[in-house]
């Protein structure tokens, strides 16, 4: 099963076709079995599945809201200090999507270090964010990495569900 074949054809909007994969079963995915194995999916993983795998940037605002919602969570329960009239979590979850959608652009090459830029663009000196809010930052892409990686392992589920049953 090719996730990025099976997200393109469970969205309804208008995928770039150089983002869709072949069918790896050998087999052609229809729209209806793509949509039949997408269903009950939560929508924060079908969110960061369509970003991921079909280039659909069509759902960016409400996940960077789940996503920002998962940075509170953690904050909450690391009992971060975040300074009043920032928003370094917000921020950070604008930052991992971009970096999800896009990781060639945020690769270390040639020297150019990541880091720096992370901090410019959450709104911080860079030796605070390698002090403080690095690590805090991977938390919270880790958070984007776990809502694909689950919404794979439904689909990869409902695959086998499909194929059981159509045995």
């Known amino acids: 099963m090719n996730p990025i074949r099976l997200i393109a054809k469970g969205t309804a909007q208008h995928i770039n076709p150089a983002s869709i994969g072949r069918a790896t079963s050998g087999e052609g995915i229809t729209a209806a079995l793509a949509a039949g194995m997408c269903a009950g999916m939560p929508r924060d993983w ?40 920032r928003e370094y979590l917000r921020k950070m979850a604008r930052l991992a999507i971009f970096e999800m959608a896009a990781p060639m652009q945020f690769k270390q090459e040639n020297g150019i270090d990541c880091d720096a830029g992370r901090a410019e663009f959450l709104g911080m000196d860079k030796s605070r964010y390698s002090r403080v809010w690095g690590e805090r930052y ?30």
Do not use: C, H
């Open 46 to 85: 079908w969110l960061a599945a369509r970003l991921k795998w079909a280039d659909d940037w069509s759902g960016i605002k409400d996940l960077e809201l789940y996503l920002w919602i998962s940075a509170v969570d953690i904050a909450i329960e690391k009992g971060w200090k975040v300074p009043k009239g």
């Open 138 to 167: 991977e938390m919270v892409k880790r958070a984007l990495d776990t809502m694909t990686s689950d919404a794979f392992q439904y689909l990869l589920q409902n695959s086998l569900d499909i194929s059981a049953t159509a045995s």
